[in-house]
Structures are given as structure tokens and as C-alpha cells.
């Protein structure tokens, strides 16, 4: 069939771009898009990839990486809003400037970074809002991403506050705009500019120059990038330039706009109805990701499975993860890592079964946190317009032979 | 939804360029070109001039096959959110018939 042929040409070829659903029109959600092909194309310093688009550059990591507690860099997602990304950056003199309602305006350099500041480390858990979108029917506008816009690294750096600390905040601060080094392609387009209220900042966000122990990658935001633990990413801007206080919250279409849920109970809304009022996605909600087996894997009876995965929330920290094996109908605790990596990274689990039956077996986990907040299954999502927000009960087919 | 468009590949840009892992320091990093296969269609020239200057096809296209509403409203998006004013009336319907014709899903809705 040529429509058929077209397709997987696609999909080998460019990677993810021409998947999507078709037009089904019941409005349940189900399981994300998995086991994309990855592209034949690799970025710099990323292995290939699954690739959606390369102006500006769109990455996903495939599932196995979230077998482990830390994502490699040259495995981690990559998203940028904006096409013009500087192609050369000199550590020498890169500066970030602190400038707005402070006492004495700061342009730091990464040296003085590096020096002059308390260093700090923070593992954490980087997922964009739009993680595992291609869940929503019908389709969510935006990238149409699986499981993998998410990864755990541990981030070096200094703390937000203590360069606020040092530029003296006058007393009617009260917003904090981050504008990084990528720009529109064209001049009035807005730029992906992000604003934080003060009371949102805490000590552990920091403006991080090192990534699992090496340079940021340049993907990822090289050489500088805001870090929030336990917040979606779409505030954590990369190759960060600016830091600017004001007294008022700036109109800006990425704040405005984009990212953005129903302001309601469920979050939710139907296309039909659009909630009036929304608000921002802000703090990440409790999730888990099967990394081994991945989907369609063949495995063998009776043999010695361990299944692992990884699970995170916004920071109150995992109580447990739960298996089942049978549609969700019982349940059974997982392992989970001693938690040392501390509450806002992945804290990996493992389960070991052995298959007892021959055919196709199903896989699903699910997290449970400090709170008691657990993974909804993935019908039961309502639907929002942005498909933020996902975080079904993760499921993974296999085959027992 | 009809099936038998000509299907063609079109090369965006030249190959593959490989870049050195420390392109950080002295030299220009490459982000590579990935060739998208594109579907020709009545308008794909008009496409070519407005839609690609702030994104590659592969973004436009990764939501699969939509709604001629969907796609009339967001060209209608490019032009009042991110200012692609340049795009005239006219342009944004041979873009909006392109997208639903090429990439539609057969409802107006």
C-alpha cells in the first residue's frame, strides 16, 4: 500500500515528523505513541535519536533510558522554541547580566560563575509539559511527544538566590524574567521569554553550567541554563542570558498562552468547551516510566524477569510503585532505590516475575507519592487543548515465547 | 480520505554535516539538516515561501493528519501569535487547502 510505504519511508528517514494519529474521534485518552524509530541523523554530541524536527531542534529519548536513575546527555530530550540558536558561544566571555529593580546591576562571567559563588548540586528530574502528549484524543496541539521529553541529570551550579542575593533586590520586586540566547527567525515574533513570581523561588532552583558532571551540552542549553526542581521544564531556560527584575508581570505570548491548563478541579476541558480561565502548568504530577522491557519485546518463559523503571513527582517524594500483571486488577509492590539521589530525581524500581504464560503479557506500573496522589489510568485523563500534563498508568506489551 | 497523492521526497537541504563533540569552544556547532519527505501538492510553493522561515516541515506535520479547521487555525495562529504577518489572505487559503488536502484527515471539522 503506498500510504503504508510512505509512512515507514518517513519514519526511517526522518525519524517521528509524519506519525500521527489519524482521525479518531472517540475522546479517550490511551497510551502515549511508543517505540518511534529513531533517526538515522545524530545531533551534535547526542547519539541518533528520535527527531521531529531539526528547526528547531526537537529530541526524544527512546524508553530504555529510563532503566536507569540518570539520563546520559548524549541520550537526553532536547526542545527549543526558537530556530536562531547562536552556533557559537565563547565560555571566555559569555555573561549573564542581572539587571532590572537591583541595587547594582551584575554581569557575570562563567568564571566568576564558577568562583566567586557557593556550588551546589541538585539531581533532578527535567520533563517538558507536553511529556507523553500524543496521548490525547483528539490530538493536542504541539509536538506530538511519547514517553521520552524527560530525563534526570544531575545539575551543578549556583543558586538563583544567592546571584539575586548579591545584585540586592530593591523592595518592589516581585517578577523575574529569563530570557535565553535563542531567537525568533523572524524580528516580531515574540521571544521565549519566562517569568517567575518570587514567592515561586526557592533555594534549590539554580542556574546550573554543568550536567552530569561535564559541560551542558549544547542542546541542552550550553553553557548555562535555569534549573527548577520539580517544576515542567518550560521555565528552565537554556543558554541563559538575562535576568531581569521587574515590579510587573509582563504580557508575553509563552506565558500568556502556552503552557497552560484549565483552571478548574480536573484540569480538563472539552473542544467544544474551552475553559475561560487556565493557569500555569507549573508543578510536575506523580509518574512512572517502564524502561525495561520496552514495548514489543520478546522475553522468555519461565525465565528470571526484572522489570525496571524510573518514578518521580514534584519533590514530596515516591512512597511506592506497584506492577500488575493482570489489566490493573491486582497489584503488587515494586523495589525502589534507597532514595539517596533525593526527592526530586527519578527514583528507579525493579520487579522480578517470572512468566508463566506463553502470548502476549502486559506490563503496567504505577506511582504512588508521599501525598498519596497515584497515576490515574490513561482513560481516565481528561482532556485538556495543550495536552500538558500527562501521566497515565505506564503500560509496556510483550511477548512470553 | 484520498490516498493516491504523489508521493515525493524533497531534499530541504544539502547532507549531513559531522560535527566534532568539543564544537563548543572554537568552532561553529552544525546542527544538522533532516530531510523531511514532503507530499507535492497545489500551494506546496506557497507553503515553501511562508511556512518555512521560522520552522522546518517536520514541526508543521508532527501532528498527523487533521481537520481543514485545524489547520485553518493555525495558520491563522502563525500570523496573530507570532506575527508572521507577511502571510496575506489569499496565501493563508492556498496554505490552509495544501495542509487539508496533503495532510488532512477528510473532515472540514
Known amino acids: ?401 | 480520505m484520498k490516498i493516491t497523492n504523489r508521493i515525493k521526497k524533497l531534499l530541504l537541504a544539502a547532507a549531513v554535516i559531522a560535527v566534532p563533540l568539543s564544537a563548543k569552544v572554537n568552532e561553529d556547532v552544525a546542527v544538522p539538516y533532516v530531510a523531511f519527505p514532503i507530499k507535492m501538492g497545489k500551494g506546496f510553493d506557497v507553503v515553501q515561501a511562508q511556512c518555512l522561515t521560522c520552522h522546518s516541515f517536520g514541526y508543521m506535520i508532527n501532528q498527523g493528519p487533521q481537520s481543514r479547521t485545524f489547520w485553518k487555525e493555525k495558520v491563522e495562529k502563525m500570523i496573530v501569535h507570532f506575527k508572521a504577518d507577511m502571510i496575506t489572505e489569499k496565501d493563508a487559503e492556498i496554505i490552509t487547502d495544501y495542509f487539508f488536502e496533503q495532510y488532512g484527515n477528510g473532515k472540514l471539522k
Request: net charge neutral; aromatic share 10%; glycine share 8%.
Open chain 1, 1 to 401: 500500500m503506498e500510504r503504508r510505504s510512505f509512512i515507514k519511508t518517513a519514519l526511517s528517514a526522518a525519524g517521528a515528523a509524519a506519525l500521527g494519529s489519524t482521525g479518531l474521534n472517540a475522546a479517550t485518552t490511551r497510551q502515549p505513541v511508543d517505540n518511534r524509530k529513531i533517526s538515522e541523523v545524530a545531533f551534535p554530541e547526542k547519539r541518533p535519536m528520535i527527531t521531529y524536527s531539526d528547526r528547531p531542534p526537537l529530541l526524544e529519548s527512546t524508553r530504555d533510558v529510563f532503566a536507569y536513575p540518570i539520563t546520559p546527555n548524549d541520550q537526553f530530550f532536547v526542545r527549543w522554541h526558537m530556530p536562531d540558536i547562536p552556533t557559537r558561544i565563547d565560555p571566555e566571555t559569555y555573561t549573564i547580566h542581572i539587571n532590572g529593580l537591583v541595587e547594582k546591576e551584575l554581569h557575570i562571567t562563567l568564571d566568576q560563575l564558577k568562583n566567586d559563588f557557593e556550588q551546589v548540586e541538585v539531581t533532578a528530574v527535567l520533563q517538558c509539559g507536553g511529556n507523553s502528549r500524543s496521548a490525547f484524543q483528539p490530538v493536542a496541539g504541539g509536538i506530538q511527544w511519547g514517553n521520552g521529553a524527560m530525563g534526570c541529570a544531575k545539575w551543578k551550579g549556583v543558586r538563583l538566590s544567592d546571584l539575586l542575593d548579591k545584585a540586592g533586590l530593591k523592595k518592589e520586586a516581585a517578577w523575574i524574567g529569563f530570557n535565553g540566547q535563542d531567537n525568533a527567525a523572524y524580528y516580531k515574533t515574540p521571544n521565549f521569554v519566562r517569568e517567575l513570581h518570587l514567592d515561586e523561588l526557592d533555594d534549590h532552583v539554580i542556574v546550573a553550567y554543568e550536567m552530569n558532571g561535564e559541560d551542558l551540552p549544547y542542546l541542552n542549553g550550553y553553557p548555562i541554563r535555569l534549573v527548577i526542581p520539580g517544576y515542567y521544564s518550560d521555565s528552565w531556560v537554556k543558554m541563559l542570558s538575562n535576568i531581569t527584575v521587574t515590579d510587573k508581570y509582563k504580557s508575553l505570548f509563552f506565558m500568556d498562552v502556552a503552557y497552560r491548563v484549565p483552571d478548574n478541579e480536573c484540569e480538563c476541558e472539552t473542544p467544544e468547551k474551552r475553559a475561560k480561565k487556565t493557569k500555569p502548568i507549573t508543578k510536575m504530577n506523580v509518574k512512572s516510566v517502564i524502561g525495561y522491557p520496552t514495548q514489543d519485546s520478546i522475553v522468555t518463559h519461565n525465565s528470571h524477569l526484572v522489570v525496571r523503571g524510573v518514578a518521580f513527582d514534584s519533590g514530596q517524594g515516591i512512597r511506592e510503585v506497584l506492577i500488575s500483571l493482570d489489566e490493573g486488577k491486582t497489584w503488587d509492590q515494586a523495589i525502589l532505590d534507597d532514595g539517596s539521589a533525593g526527592r526530586y530525581a527519578f527514583r528507579t524500581f525493579r520487579y522480578s516475575f517470572k512468566p508463566t504464560k506463553y502470548g502476549k503479557m502486559k506490563i503496567m506500573s504505577k506511582a504512588i507519592n508521599k501525598l498519596g496522589e497515584e497515576q490515574p489510568f490513561a482513560k481516565d485523563i481528561q482532556w485538556n487543548h495543550g495536552g500538558y500534563k500527562y501521566n497515565g498508568i505506564d503500560e509496556v506489551m510483550v511477548e512470553v515465547v
